[in-house]
């Protein structure tokens, strides 16, 4: 059951990724990468990560894609407004990924197989108590040093947001 | 519910490899920077995709937690690159990349 599910989620992932790169329209473009997010988010809970399933929810699907959607309406683009590019410029931008594509898969076919995974006491990992007593314990400092890092994006927001700074 | 255990770990690595490229695609493939921008929240999130996918397979929670950090400098990526993006139409009328091809002026 849950491989089938695997494979669904994928199959949506990648299809919704895709055309959110080959629609025109930028909102429908938005609209896609939230699906290929909740598709994401799926995966996280089949990985055993229901905290960061959440997360990714909120911030992502909630925050980020609202925010572009916002900008996207703001700034009033739409398929009309849509720059182009040449037709070899778009030939050489699939090649190029093609070929990046099949040198990844390449170097993992090629890389020896992994050791099986302990599988002692891996159900509970993603739970907000586990991931809380390794992030305040662990990974403190980091944490710390992320709140700087959103303060200071908050001022650079809204100092670029200011019509003349004087 | 254990999928690690049934679902070989090449198949996350797999899946997280096409949708990095299909990230990669999207930079190269569009002008509108708005576009590229969600194209490499996709290439971010694939990376977080193939994180979650080791942690479990490991047992290990710092893989979750990394995965936490990536979302964060995301989020602030984000909201300064829009508002970059919002200066840009401002000064230029277009999200056109190709627009800037001269850092003056």
């Given at each position: 059951m849950t491989v089938y599910l695997f494979y669904f989620l994928s199959f949506l992932a990648i299809l919704c990724g895709l055309m959110v790169i080959l629609e025109k329209n930028p909102i429908h473009s938005v609209l896609y990468l939230v699906i290929t997010f909740f598709a994401i988010a799926g995966h996280y809970i089949l990985l055993n990560a229901q905290f960061l399933a959440a997360v990714h929810i909120i911030v992502y699907a909630g925050a980020i894609m609202v925010l572009f959607l916002f900008v996207i309406m703001l700034l009033n683009l739409n398929k009309e407004t849509e720059p182009h590019k040449s037709i070899a410029w778009k030939f050489a931008a699939v090649i190029s990924a093609g070929i990046l594509l099949i040198v990844l898969i390449g170097a993992m076919r090629t890389t020896n197989a992994l050791p099986?995974?302990?599988?002692?006491?891996?159900?509970?990992?993603?739970?907000v108590k586990n991931l809380g007593k390794v992030l305040f314990k662990q990974f403190l400092l980091p944490f710390e040093i992320a709140s700087i890092l959103f303060l200071a994006a908050m001022v650079g927001a809204v100092m670029l947001g200011k019509r003349d700074i004087k | 519910m254990n999928t690690i255990q049934n679902i070989h770990i090449n198949h996350y690595i797999l899946l997280s490899t096409v949708l990095f490229c299909i990230g990669v695609l999207g930079v190269l493939f569009r002008r509108n920077a708005i576009i590229i921008f969600m194209s490499v929240e996709l290439m971010l999130n694939a990376v977080n995709l193939l994180l979650v996918a080791f942690s479990s397979y490991w047992g290990d929670a710092a893989g979750q937690v990394f995965v936490f950090f990536v979302m964060v400098v995301a989020a602030a990526e984000v909201a300064v690159g829009l508002a970059i993006l919002i200066m840009i139409y401002r000064n230029t009328g277009s999200t056109d990349i190709d627009v800037l091809n001269k850092l003056k002026n």
């Open positions: 099986a995974p302990p599988h002692s006491a891996i159900a509970d990992i993603g739970l | -």
